[in-house]
């Protein structure tokens, strides 16, 4: 099984700054690797799948690169509404596999 | 447009089984493969089963293995999660996703979950 590990925990940021998520695989995903965004009561949404291709709809202030067995997830200059959790997905292997998530926290 | 909707959730004593069901409309579910993903309260999320297409492939994460069970009705467009020997620790919010297609194998819609407790 493929472990998934993300840094920071909790990145405590101010609106206007940069944030900087990253994603480490246990083995190399190639570039099968998805970010998505949860807020407090609701299903994670997809921001970003193949390490760098936003979803529908996501602002190009999230960007995402990396291969193999690492990643970065980046927002260029956090909104009030990006205050949340991120998780990493590898989807290259089964089991499936998604790292433990970093919480977005207003500083 | 795309919808999945969970139910069956509730409380369940350590030992019993429950069904949890997914019913997904806006789009034909036949050419997607479905997965179960959950989340405990307050956790992260843990990838749980997935079923192909046709039903002939079905994966499962390690902690599920050999007590769940993930099938599918294409004609009815609905998976099912069938889980047996329900512990504490599986305790956690349900949901149901689409993966897009077989080459990008992301998670593109969610659905809003369903809440399991396993309690005495």
């Known amino acids: 099984d493929i472990d998934m590990t993300q840094s920071p925990v909790t990145l405590s940021v101010s609106p206007g700054d940069r944030a900087v998520l990253s994603c480490r695989a246990g083995?190399?995903?190639?570039?099968?690797l998805a970010w998505y965004q949860q807020k407090p009561g609701q299903p994670p949404r997809l921001l970003i799948y193949?390490?760098?291709t936003r979803a529908a709809g996501v602002p190009a202030r999230f960007s995402g690169s990396g291969s193999g067995t690492e990643f970065t997830l980046i927002i260029s200059s956090l909104q009030s509404e990006d205050f949340a959790l991120y998780f990493c997905?590898?989807?290259?292997?089964?089991?499936?596999?998604f790292g433990p998530g970093t919480r977005l926290d207003l500083k | 447009q795309v919808q999945l909707a969970e139910s069956g959730g509730g409380m369940v004593q350590p030992g019993k089984s429950l069904t949890l069901s997914c019913t997904a409309s806006?789009?034909?579910?036949?050419?997607?493969?479905m997965h179960w993903i959950r989340q405990a309260p307050g956790k992260g999320l843990e990838w749980v089963a997935a079923?192909?297409?046709?039903?002939?492939?079905?994966f499962y994460g390690d902690s599920v293995k050999g007590r769940f069970a993930i099938a599918r009705d294409n004609v009815k467009s609905t998976v099912s999660l069938v889980m047996s020997g329900l512990r504490v620790n599986d305790t956690a919010m349900y949901f149901c996703?689409?993966?897009?297609?077989?080459?990008?194998?992301?998670?593109?819609?969610w659905g809003q979950g369903v809440l399991v407790t396993v309690s005495s």
């Open positions: 996703a689409r993966q897009l297609t077989t080459v990008n194998r992301h998670l593109d819609y």
């Open positions: 806006g789009f034909a579910m036949r050419n997607h493969v």
């Open positions: 079923v192909w297409f046709d039903g002939s492939n079905k």
């Open positions: 083995h190399s995903v190639g570039s099968n």
């Open positions: 193949g390490v760098s």
């Open positions: 997905h590898q989807y290259n292997f089964w089991p499936q596999s």
